[in-house]
């Protein structure tokens, strides 16, 4: 939403009505209020995990891209 109050200083219009960026962000907290409740395997949970970098780097890639081009 930051991008949006960015772009209303330089824009001659707002982007988005004071109600539609509260609904936005209403709807955006309410999609997260599963992440607390989530069970995870205590034995997942029992051992440290390792970051595997590469992986890391071609999600990176992947998601960046896609939603680079989906903006355009």
Do not use: C, H
Not at 29 to 58: C, H, M
């Amino acid at each position: 939403m930051f991008s949006v109050l960015g772009a209303s200083v330089f824009l001659p219009f707002l982007p988005l009505l004071p109600a539609q960026v509260l609904a936005n962000n209403l709807l955006y907290d309410f999609s997260q209020t599963a992440i607390p409740t989530d069970n995870v395997d205590e034995d997942y949970l029992s051992v440290p995990r390792k970051w595997d970098i590469g992986n890391l780097f071609k999600f990176m890639l992947v998601m960046g891209r896609s939603a680079r081009s989906s903006t355009m």
